[in-house]
Each structure stands twice: as structure tokens, then as C-alpha cells.
T-cell receptor
């Protein structure tokens, strides 16, 4: 069966510090991968998605970036965090079939102070 | 533009039935998903509709009318553990999910 991991679970960072969140998927190959952010009490905002190694599509211009160095690894980064980057960051995967469901990792709660 | 509308919050009584509505306007349609999200946790998949009609899964059912741009999630025999947010998402013409803001369901004893 497939599993998706995210770490860390919780992170408190000062404004201006860098960020690196990691997501890995097991039990599948060539998945579509997604990074979402959810502000408190709000819906999901798609940040980035990837259909393959080195292929990243950005949905929202911001100070975040994403990379996919390996087939089942997806990394979200920032060089300098802003207060507005606080939120719940969720990684999701889906098989290459378009009608398939997206499945979410446990999430990382980021607080920027 | 693309838009998904759901009520912000609903309250229901344990053991009762509740219907959560979702209306959508999207560029293309390749199916509608319902997810459940407990506070502080990730969303989990509940149901998928791509054809008109009702899909039943135990206590949960989901209905779709493509001509009306409308879906609902029906929860029967409500339990306290059903207290959560319920997210409606539509797969658009590019197979990307467009998300509603979610409906927070509060269950009272």
C-alpha cells in the first residue's frame, strides 16, 4: 500500500529565516505531487504541483519554491520567511491517472514569528 | 472565474441526518470529491462523483447534478466523531482540484 510522509510535524521559525519541508511517498512510482497551504479556518490553496522529476508548476507567486530531486520526493523551500507564510502545509500525491483521488500527508504546521 | 460555494458552518444533533451542499462554477468538469478534515489533521477522502446521481457508502452518501452545478453530502445517524470540516473539490478541465473553503460541522449531543 502507499504511504506519504511529511516532516517536521511542527515548526516555529523567525521572520527572515530559511525553510525546508520534505515530503516522500512510498509504494508507488511516478506520482503527481502537490504542495498546499491552509490558513486557519480556510480552504486549501495549491502552491506547487509536479508531474515528474524536475518538473514543477507554480500556482501562486510568492517567496516559496519547490523542487523534486527524486521521483518520490518533493521539497518546499524558502530563503526568507514572512509572517504571512504561517499556516498548515500539506503534501498530497495522486497516481498518474487523472481521475484518481489525491491523498494527503499528515501536514506540517508552520508558525513564523 | 472558478468558484466553489459551501456553507461555512452547520450544526446538527447526534443521531440525526445532515445535508451539506456544494455549488460550483468551473472551467470544465472531471468529477467532484468530498473530503473530511478533523481539526488539526489532514483531509481524508470520502467520495467521488463524476456521473449524475447518488453514491452511497455506509452512513455517507454523495449526490451530483452536473446540469445544476450542484452536489451534496448526506450524513446519516450522526456520531460525535463526525464533527469535522467537510471539503468539496472539483476536478477542472486540467484535472486540477478547485477547493471550496469547507463546511465546519458541529454535532451536539
Amino acid at each position: 500500500s502507499q504511504t506519504i510522509h511529511q516532516w517536521p510535524a511542527t515548526l516555529v521559525q523567525p521572520v527572515g529565516s530559511p525553510l525546508s519541508l520534505e515530503c516522500t511517498v512510498e509504494g508507488t512510482s511516478n506520482p503527481n505531487l502537490y504542495w498546499y497551504r491552509q490558513a486557519a479556518g480556510r480552504g486549501l490553496q495549491l502552491l506547487f504541483y509536479s508531474v515528474g522529476i524536475g518538473q514543477i508548476s507554480s500556482e501562486v507567486p510568492q517567496n516559496l519554491s519547490a523542487s523534486r530531486p527524486q521521483d518520490r520526493q518533493f521539497i518546499l523551500s524558502s530563503k526568507k520567511l514572512l509572517l504571512s507564510d504561517s499556516g498548515f502545509y500539506l503534501c498530497a500525491w495522486r497516481s498518474g491517472q487523472e481521475w484518481e483521488t489525491q491523498y494527503f500527508g499528515p501536514g506540517t504546521r508552520l508558525l513564523v514569528l | 472565474g472558478q468558484n466553489i460555494d459551501q456553507p461555512t458552518e452547520m450544526t446538527a444533533t447526534e443521531g440525526a441526518i445532515v445535508q451539506i451542499n456544494c455549488t460550483y462554477q468551473t472551467s470544465g468538469f472531471n468529477g467532484l470529491f468530498w473530503y473530511q478534515q478533523h481539526a488539526g489533521e489532514a483531509p481524508t477522502f470520502l467520495s467521488y462523483n463524476v456521473l449524475d446521481g447518488l453514491e452511497e457508502k455506509g452512513r455517507f452518501s454523495s449526490f451530483l447534478s452536473r446540469s445544476k452545478g450542484y452536489s451534496y453530502l448526506l450524513l446519516k445517524e450522526l456520531q460525535m466523531k463526525d464533527s469535522a470540516s467537510y471539503l468539496c473539490a472539483v476536478s477542472d478541465s486540467n484535472y486540477q482540484l478547485i477547493w471550496g473553503a469547507g463546511t465546519k460541522l458541529i454535532i451536539k449531543p
